[in-house]
C-alpha cells in the first residue's frame, strides 16, 4: 500500500519518437469532405439523444456550479491560478435496462487513470473539471476503496485517531494537495452513473468550457457505452424473469465530433480508443483521429493499459509510452509521462492562437 503511495513520488519510463510521414493533401480534403456528411448525421442523432433522454437532476445547480467554476479561472479572473482548464472524463457509464433501474449494462473502468491524471494535471498548473463514475477511483485516494484507510489510521491509548508512521507523509501530501485543489478553485467534481447522465454533463461543460477557447481542454478516458435502450423503450419496472429476454440495443450517438466542433470548437480535444485485439487498435485509433477531428488520440489495449499506450497527435507524430518491468520505479504511474507530453502539445497549441 505505502509503495503504491510512494510511486506518485517517482516515476521514469521509456519513449519511443518517431516522426510519421506528414500528412498529404489529399487526406486533408477526406478529412474535410467527410465531416460535412458526418457533421449533419452526427447531428440528428445527437439531438434526439437528448430530446429523449431522461432529464438531469439538478442541472441548474451543476450549471451554475461549472460557470463559476470557469469564470474563476478564465483569463479575467483577477487571481489566475491555472495555466488552462481541463476536463478530465473517467469511470464506466452504465445503460439502465429498466427505468426504475434494478439491472444495468456496466463498461469496463476503475477510474484509475481518470484520477491519476487529474492529480498530474491540478501538478502542472490546471484546473480541473473531473466527471467520474460514482464509486469510481478519486484523485488523492486513488487506492480506496480496496485499500481500506482504515489501514493509514489507528487508535491511541487516549482515544484519538492518528496516522500509522509509515504512512503519515503519503496521507499529509494527499490531503495538503486535495485541499489546496478545492480551495483555490482548481478542482471541480462532478459525477454521472448512466451514459444519459453523462452525456448531459459533457455538453454542459463542454458549453461553459468554450469560452475559454485554447486553453481549454477535454481528456475523455472515461469508458463510455456504445450501446442503450432508449428511455422511451425501456421497462418500468423490473423485468419479469418468465423466459428468456430478448433485447435490442440502439447506438449511442459518437458525441466526440459534436463536441470539437459544436460545443468547444478551439479547445484542444483528446479521447481514448481501448481494443482488446491489438492487431486493430492503432487502425482504429487513426481512424478516431480523422473521423472525430481530435488533437490526440490514446490506444490503448485492455491487456496492456496499464504499461503501454501509444499517442496519436495530429500533426503525425506517434509517441509510444511504455513503462517497463525492469524500471528501478516498476510501480510509477504511467499517466505521469502522458500528462506530461500532453500538456507540451497543450502549450504548443496555445502559443500557435497567441501568435495569430
Ligand atoms: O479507468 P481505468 O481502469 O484506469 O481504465 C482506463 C481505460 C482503459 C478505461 C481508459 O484508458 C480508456 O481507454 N478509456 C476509453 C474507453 C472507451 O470507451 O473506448 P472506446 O474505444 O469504446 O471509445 C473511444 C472514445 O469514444 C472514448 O474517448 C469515448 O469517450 C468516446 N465515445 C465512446 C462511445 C460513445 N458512444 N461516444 C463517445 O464519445
Known sequence: KTSHYRANCFCDFSIDRNLRKPKSTNFVMDTVNSLG????????????????????????????????FVCHNSHSSENLKSIGVVCVTSGGTTVPLE??????????????????STEYFLKAGYAVIFVYRR??????????????????????EKGEIQVCQ???????????????????GLLLKLPF???FEYLQILQLVATSMSSLGPRGMFYLAAAVSDFYVPWENMATH?????????????????????????????????????????????????ASLRKY????????????????????????RVLTIRKQDEDENANADIEK???????????EYMETFAKE
Open 37 to 68: 456528411t458526418l457533421q449533419d448525421e452526427a447531428c440528428t442523432d445527437v439531438r434526439s439523444f437528448f430530446e429523449l433522454a431522461p432529464s438531469l437532476k439538478n442541472r441548474d445547480t451543476i450549471t451554475q456550479k461549472v460557470n463559476e
Open 99 to 116: 427505468q426504475r433501474c434494478v439491472r444495468y449494462i456496466d463498461n469496463f473502468s476503475s477510474g484509475n487513470r481518470g484520477a491519476a
Open 135 to 156: 464509486g469510481s477511483c478519486q484523485p488523492y485516494c486513488r487506492y480506496l476503496p480496496e485499500d481500506s484507510f482504515l489501514d493509514f489510521f489507528g487508535v491511541s
Open 166 to 184: 509509515m504512512n503519515d507523509r503519503v496521507v499529509k501530501t494527499a490531503i495538503t494537495e486535495y485541499h489546496s485543489a478545492v480551495d483555490n
Open 193 to 195: 452513473t448512466t451514459i
Open 238 to 286: 423490473k423485468i419479469q424473469s418468465t423466459g428468456p429476454l430478448n433485447m435490442r440495443l440502439s447506438q449511442v450517438p459518437k458525441m466526440l465530433l459534436v463536441l470539437r466542433k459544436e460545443w468547444a470548437p478551439l479547445a484542444f480535444g483528446i479521447s481514448f480508443k481501448l481494443e482488446t485485439d491489438p492487431k486493430i487498435l492503432i487502425e482504429k485509433a487513426n
Open 293 to 316: 477531428q481530435m488533437h490526440v488520440v490514446v490506444a490503448n489495449e485492455l491487456a496492456t493499459y496499464k504499461t503501454e499506450v501509444v499517442l496519436l497527435a495530429f500533426d503525425g
Open 337 to 347: 509521462k502522458i500528462i506530461k507530453i500532453l500538456v507540451d502539445m497543450h502549450s
